[in-house]
């Protein structure tokens, strides 16, 4: 589907990412030679979205794993990788899966660094084609809309990035968006700036460019008013965790949308892969982890200088005051339409997304 993913390896076995913070003005390719380069990339949100850093987490196993065998370290190195790696986010479950699937493989293995090497792969190629599924069973959401609209233009809002920047490839909220493209149907797409860091305005507007998609960046506080209006047709976000119940949570201001889509009866739906799914909790609000963030991601807008063309940092407001920066909010099932996943649609509830994975009965 892509001309690029968005992580990949090197002749020399090591691994490359894309530097998102420097997008959409600068392409910047960070080479990870340490479980500790996959660490910081993910803590400093070099990489982000739930899928991608599930997959530097599983290659930043298998750096630990190949430092480990070149340096004859015993496996307290190994250890330490993992709970290092674990620690790095706390709210995307797919970085525990996708540790936990790595911890599997190896207690399993024979050739540490081989397999190793083999498990990081089978997860990164197992999310471009849960990704291509999410698109698959989204697309007949976006055409029942096109044929009621008599093949009118479907208009799509969104919030954060969901994209293929955070995943491999596809993405979960653009797969279906894709995939509509392709066949020829008229899409455009609500972008929400998403404050702060802007991925919605970064990332996903970037994408979209590349992708030839149609679309417009409007200011966080907008989406509310387009939908009174009856300029947006359906939401669709992505998730970093999804509680069994279907408790949702995604960027801050996810939960805000989702409130003034059920207020003007408007479709919002939530794509994702089964790996951001939580099976061991039922309550989004008292159970989920919400990541707090370094102050400075409000207080300052990294931008490009209209005079000196240079990225930099401005500061928003007095220097003196203080910041509050959560990173995610829990949307309710209530609130939520549909998840669409790998294997289908379901309600978000208990029973539908059983119904979609009953061997987690």
């Known amino acids: 589907m892509s001309a690029f993913r968005t992580i990949w390896t090197t002749e020399d076995r090591f691994v490359e990412v894309i530097d998102q913070r420097s997008l959409p003005h600068e392409w910047v390719v960070v080479k990870l ?20 850093i599930g997959a530097t987490a599983a290659y930043g196993i298998y750096l630990a794993v190949r430092e480990m065998v070149e340096q004859e370290l015993d496996g307290s190195f190994l250890d330490l990788a993992f709970t290092d790696l674990r620690a790095s986010r706390p ?14 493989a190896l ?39 096109s044929a009621r609209k008599n093949g009118e233009t479907i208009n799509i809002l969104t919030h954060c990035n969901a994209g293929m920047l955070g995943c491999i490839e596809w993405g979960t909220i653009t797969s279906p968006i894709y995939q509509a493209v392709q066949k020829g149907l008229k899409v455009h797409v609500w972008v929400d700036e998403t404050r702060p860091r802007n991925q919605g305005a ?30 947006v047709d359906m939401v ?51 159970e989920i982890p919400i990541e707090e963030r370094n102050q400075d991601e409000v207080k300052y807008v990294i931008g490009k200088s209209k005079t000196t063309g240079k990225l930099d940092e401005v500061l928003i407001c ?11 909010d829990v949307t309710p099932a209530r609130l939520v339409t549909g998840l669409i996943t790998e294997r289908g649609v379901c309600e978000a509830s208990e029973a539908g997304l059983l119904g979609l994975f009953p061997e987690k009965y």
């Open 91 to 104: 709210t995307a479950v797919n970085l525990f899966w996708a540790l936990d699937k790595m911890r599997a």
């Open 236 to 286: 669709i976000v992505g998730t970093d965790r999804t509680t069994r119940q279907g408790d949702v949570a995604n960027k801050i201001g996810t939960y805000l949308k989702a409130l003034a889509a059920n207020d003007n009866n408007i479709p919002f739906y939530v794509a994702l892969p089964s790996t951001t799914l939580d099976w061991t909790i039922n309550d989004g609000l008292k």
């Open 33 to 52: 030679l340490t479980y500790k380069d996959a660490e910081v990339a993910i803590k400093d949100m070099t990489v982000r979205g739930a899928p991608l």
């Open 202 to 231: 970064n990332l996903t507007c970037y994408e979209l460019t590349r992708h030839n998609v149609n679309h417009t960046l409007i200011v966080d506080n907008t989406g509310g008013h387009l939908m009174q209006h009856g300029m």
């Open 318 to 328: 007095p220097e003196t005051t203080k910041a509050s920066n959560y990173g995610f």
């Open 107 to 145: 207690d399993n293995a024979t050739d540490f660094l081989q397999t190793a090497w083999e498990a990081a792969g089978a997860i990164v190629e197992e999310d471009v084609e849960t990704c291509r599924m999410i698109g698959v069973h989204g697309l007949p959401i976006l055409e029942a809309i």
